[in-house]
């Protein structure tokens, strides 16, 4: 079995190195597979950053509205809303939705 070994060494050695070298190829940390699960957090991660972004717009120019140039009809639509308050003779409907 020794004589076997010492004739096939380099066949032997290049056989272990190529194993190492495939897994490591496929399972590493740096590996194919580890490529493609961060490659789908990246993406999850830009698309939550474009929404938070989006947000961050959004609020900025409610922000903006309500700075010393007041623009009367946001905050009108905003007493409306958050109060139900509306002006004389007008009449204010609900609308319930049946969400079960």
Not at 14 to 29: Q, R, V, W
Not at 68 to 88: A, S, V
Request: net charge negative; aromatic share 16%.
């Amino acid at each position: 079995m020794l004589v076997n070994i010492k004739k096939n060494y380099f066949t032997l050695i290049f056989t272990i190195l190529f194993l190492y070298f495939f897994f490591n190829l496929l399972d590493g940390e740096r590996g194919l597979i580890s490529y493609f699960e961060k490659k789908t957090i990246l993406e999850k991660l830009d698309d939550e950053k474009n929404e938070i972004s989006n947000r961050i717009n959004e609020l900025e120019f409610k922000n903006s509205l309500l700075t010393d140039n007041l623009d009367l009809d946001y905050i009108e639509i905003l007493i409306r809303e958050k109060f139900l308050f509306g002006k004389e003779g007008e009449k204010i409907y609900l609308i319930k939705s049946n969400e079960n």
